[in-house]
Nanobody, 116 residues
Framework: QVQLVESGGGLVQAGGSLRLSCAAS????????VGWYRQAPGSQREFVAR???????NYADSVKGRFTISRDNAKNTVSLQMNSLKPEDTAVYYC??????????WGQGAQVTVSS
């Protein structure tokens, strides 16, 4: 069993930056792929970024070049550095993990609000 806890959300002006962190319990976390997803009000949850156990990364086109996902297996954490934030980035951001596809374990979510 893996438990995930997100932190670092908040309110920021457009053009600003935030860093989300996902802290995990469990010794097998380093073997999992981890992803960030987001859900805006009235919208479906969407993929944001993914990092494999080998630290290969993938990003949604909407965040490519602005967001960076990274992991520190020694600390059981995955971070999402978000720069040049836009109002359309406003959403609840979720961390998820799984052996191959990061969708087996989910965190509770962190609110990110970007004001214009």
């Amino acid at each position: 069993q893996v438990q995930l806890v997100e932190s670092g959300g908040g309110l920021v002006q457009a053009g600003g930056s935030l860093r989300l962190s996902c802290a995990a319990s469990g010794t097998i976390f380093s073997m999992f792929a981890v992803g960030w997803y987001r859900q805006a009000p009235g919208s479906q949850r969407e993929f944001v970024a993914r990092i494999s156990s080998g630290s290969s990364t993938n990003y949604a086109d909407s965040v490519k070049g602005r967001f960076t996902i990274s992991r520190d297996n020694a600390k059981n954490t995955v971070s999402l550095q978000m720069n040049s934030l836009k109002p359309e980035d406003t959403a609840v951001y979720y961390c998820a993990a799984g052996p191959i596809v990061p969708d087996l374990y989910w965190g509770q979510g962190a609110q990110v609000t970007v004001s214009s």
